[in-house]
Every structure is written in C-alpha cells, then in structure tokens.
Nanobody
Framework: QVQLVESGGGLVQAGGSLRLSCAAS????????MGWFRQAPGKEREFVAAVTWGGGNTYYTDSVKGRFSISRDNDKNTVALQMNSLKPGDTAVYYCAASFVAELPTDLGLYDSWGRGTQVTVSS
C-alpha cells in the first residue's frame, strides 16, 4: 500500500482553474495505477480520471474530457489533476487513489489506497 495526501483544493469562480496534487509515500508507488475520484454532497463517489503506472495512458469520465488532465511524476512520487474551465457541477471533495490490481481502473472497488480528500468549490 501507499499513503496518499491530497492538496490544492479551494474556492474558484466558474471558468477558473485549479491544480490538485497528490503526494505518495511508499516504494510501491511506481507500480500503481493512480486515479482521481470526487464526491459531491448527497452523491456517491465517482470516477474522474486515471493514469497507468508509467504515465503513458490516461482515461477520463466524459464530463471532464477536454477540461481536466491527469499526470504523474514517478521520481517525485506525485500525481496531479489539472482542472480548467471549472463548472459549479465540479464542486466536490476530490480523492486520490492507488490501484495495484488493474492497469487503468475506473471502478473504485479496484483501488487499494485512498487519501483523505481535498475540497473543490466552484462558484457561479
């Protein structure tokens, strides 16, 4: 397992940008697929984006395609989520997660380790 800590959340106006970062500890980070999820009040946690262990492949939920970008730096043990053109509907707590059982998982049940989350609020 890895320990994950998210940062970079905050309050932003619609149309603005935020960059989330997830710092990982543990030697196994390089072998994990990494994902970002989000959970809005009263809703289930949902998949946002994922990146393979090497960073060569990514996948996004349809609602963020073209606006969000996931990347990782295995030398620094970090994964980032660049969020542009933010909308009020993007408001949620964003979680970083690691998977050691799948290459590019979208199912939260395939993730082994989770951070505590960072709040993103987009005002209209």
């Amino acid at each position: 397992q890895v320990q994950l800590v998210e940062s970079g959340g905050g309050l932003v106006q619609a149309g603005g940008s935020l960059r989330l970062s997830c710092a990982a500890s543990g030697r196994t980070f390089r072998s994990a697929a990494m994902g970002w999820f989000r959970q809005a009040p009263g809703k289930e946690r949902e998949f946002v984006a994922a990146v393979t262990w090497g960073g060569g492949n990514t996948y996004y939920t349809d609602s963020v395609k073209g606006r969000f970008s996931i990347s990782r730096d295995n030398d620094k043990n970090t994964v980032a989520l660049q969020m542009n053109s933010l909308k009020p509907g993007d408001t949620a707590v964003y979680y970083c997660a690691a998977s050691f059982v799948a290459e590019l998982p979208t199912d939260l049940g395939l993730y082994d380790s989770w951070g505590r989350g960072t709040q993103v609020t987009v005002s209209s």
